[in-house]
C-alpha cells in the first residue's frame, strides 16, 4: 500500500525575487517504510520535510497521504490531518525544559484537547516505558541528557499512534553511541507498528541504516536507492 504520493511537486519561495527550491518532486512511500532524506545544506530537505508534513503547502504539484489529497484541505483540517496522522521528532524544540517527562509527552494533548484523563495519563506512561524512561518519568527535561530527551520526543511523538513520522536530524546533537539508541528505538517502532519514518539526516550511519535513501540536490531527487541492496538502483 502507497502511504505518500507526491507528484510533481514544486516550491518557489517569495513574490518579487521568486526562489525555487523544489523541481517537479515524485516520489512514492510505501506504508512501513523507513527512508532517509539526505543531501547539502540548502538541498531542500526542510523544505520537503515540511511539505511531506503538512505544515507547509506546494506551489504546484500533489501530495497525498492515505488517498487524502493535502491540497482540497483547508488550513483548519490540515491541522486536524496533523494531530490525527503524523508524529513530529523535531530537534530538541517544542520540549519544555522546566517541565517534566511525562508533562512533555502530554503537552501536545493540553494544548488540543485540554487536560489529559487517565487514560492519557496511562498511555503516556505506557510510552515513556516503552522509550526506556520509566525512572525519568517526573523528573524535570532540563536534568535528563540528550539522548534521553530525544527518546521524550519519540514518546510525545507516539501519543497520537501516527501512521507517519517525521524526524528531522533526530541524532543531530547527540554523541554516537546514544544517536545509535534513539535509531534503534525509531527502528524498533519501524517494525512494531508498520509505523512509516521519514528521516532528515546528515547522520551517515543513520543513512546506511535506513531501508530507502533519496538524495537531494539543488532541489532535485538525484539519487533514490536501498543501500541494503547494493548495486540495485531504483
Ligand atoms: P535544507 O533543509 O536541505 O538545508 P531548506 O529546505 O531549508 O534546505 O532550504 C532550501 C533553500 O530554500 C535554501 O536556499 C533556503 O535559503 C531557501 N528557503 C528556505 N525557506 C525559505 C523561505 N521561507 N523563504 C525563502 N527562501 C527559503
Ligand atoms: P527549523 O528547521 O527552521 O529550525 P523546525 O524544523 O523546528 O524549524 O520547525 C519547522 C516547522 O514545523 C515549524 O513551523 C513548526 O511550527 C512546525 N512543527 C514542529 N513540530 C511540530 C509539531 N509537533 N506539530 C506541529 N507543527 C510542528
Redesign the pocket.
Known amino acids: 500500500k502507497i502511504l505518500v504520493s507526491l507528484d510533481s511537486v514544486n516550491?518557489v519561495?517569495?513574490d518579487e525575487v521568486k526562489?525555487q527550491?523544489?523541481f517537479d518532486v515524485s516520489l512514492e512511500i510505501p506504508q512501513g517504510q523507513f527512508l532517509a532524506l539526505i543531501?547539502?545544506?540548502?538541498?531542500?530537505?526542510?523544505?520537503?520535510?515540511?511539505i511531506l508534513g503538512a505544515l507547509d503547502r506546494p506551489s504546484s504539484g500533489t501530495i497525498l497521504i492515505n488517498q487524502q489529497n493535502l491540497g482540497q484541505l483547508s488550513e483548519n483540517q490540515l491541522a486536524d490531518f496533523r494531530n490525527k496522522f503524523l508524529g513530529f521528532v523535531f530537534q530538541f524544540h517544542y520540549l519544555l525544559p522546566e517541565f517534566t517527562t511525562i508533562e512533555n509527552v502530554l503537552l501536545p494533548y493540553w494544548i488540543g484537547k485540554g487536560k489529559p484523563n487517565r487514560q492519557m495519563f496511562n498511555e503516556a506512561q505506557r510510552l515513556i516505558e516503552r522509550v526506556g524512561l520509566a525512572n525519568q518519568i517526573n523528573k524535570r527535561i532540563n536534568l535528563l541528557s540528550g539522548g534521553q530527551q530525544q527518546r521524550v520526543a519519540i514518546a510525545r511523538a507516539l501519543l497520537n499512534r501516527p501512521q507517519l513520522i517525521l524526524a528531522?536530524e533526530p541524532t543531530g546533537a547527540l554523541d554516537t553511541k546514544a544517536g545509535d539508541q534513539v535509531l534503534d528505538l525509531m527502528q524498533e517502532i519501524n517494525g512494531e507498528n508498520n509505523t512509516t519514518f521519514i528521516v532528515?539526516t546528515h547522520d551517515r550511519n543513520v543513512a546506511l541504516r535506513a531501508e530507502r535513501i533519496i538524495e537531494?540536490i539543488d532541489?532535485r531527487i538525484c539519487k533514490d536507492f536501498f543501500p541494503q541492496e547494493v548495486g540495485k538502483e531504483k
Do not use: H, M
Open positions: 516550491k519561495y517569495g526562489t527550491v523544489l543531501g547539502p545544506s540548502g538541498s531542500g530537505k526542510s523544505t520537503l520535510l515540511n528531522d532528515v537531494l532541489g
